[in-house]
């Protein structure tokens, strides 16, 4: 097989091409996994290095196939369970964009940070800050140790930083939160 497109959809557009899919004659089984491995895809002939290396496929995939046509949806949030049904079953997809989500996250890049809850689409707490760390040093010399220790150190301030900033921001939502996203750049 080869893959022919790409594309991203909102919650809205993913849920208006499920129900194309529902009526479509190009698929007649609905394979969901909850995560990808080498032999997973063997029963439906999709090559493992079509998809091999992905990093959007640990919330795993719902693959919508027929004899000649396959459709993959990697879904925003992980898939629970694998399941193998014949016809098309947009169920476990569906029932995954309708579950209230609340998601914490923690961007972090030198010097800045900022950290924040998302609930339904809309940041309802958040931090942002930043605190000077020195840039990096090329030139050598005897004081060149004493520049990187420094800037170490400095590294390690923001990380408490935002380790205790993150603490204050998700307390009160821990019990509720459903997912953590952290970017460190």
Request: include cysteine; proline fraction near 5%; charge should be positive.
């Amino acid at each position: 097989m080869e893959i022919v497109g790409r594309s991203w959809a909102s919650r809205q557009q993913l849920r208006e091409e499920l129900s194309d899919f529902r009526d479509s004659p190009k698929y007649g089984r609905t394979l969901y996994l909850s995560s990808i491995t080498s032999t997973s895809l063997s029963p439906i002939g999709i090559s493992t290095n079509v998809i091999a290396g992905s990093p959007d496929l640990g919330t795993g995939a719902a693959i919508f196939y027929g004899d000649k046509f396959a459709t993959v949806v990697i879904p925003p949030f992980p898939l629970q369970e694998n399941s193998d049904e014949e016809g098309v079953d947009i169920g476990p997809m569906l029932d995954l964009l309708e579950r209230p989500v609340i998601v914490g996250v923690v961007l972090l890049r030198l010097g800045q940070y900022a950290v924040g809850v998302i609930k339904e689409g809309k940041l309802i707490a958040s931090k942002s800050g930043s605190r000077y760390v020195k840039n990096r040093h090329r030139k050598g010399g005897s004081s060149q140790r004493r520049f990187e220790r420094s800037r170490e150190r400095l590294m390690l301030e923001l990380f408490s930083k935002v380790c205790s900033v993150t603490e204050n921001v998700f307390s009160p939502y821990q019990n509720q939160t459903s997912h953590i996203l952290l970017k460190m750049s």
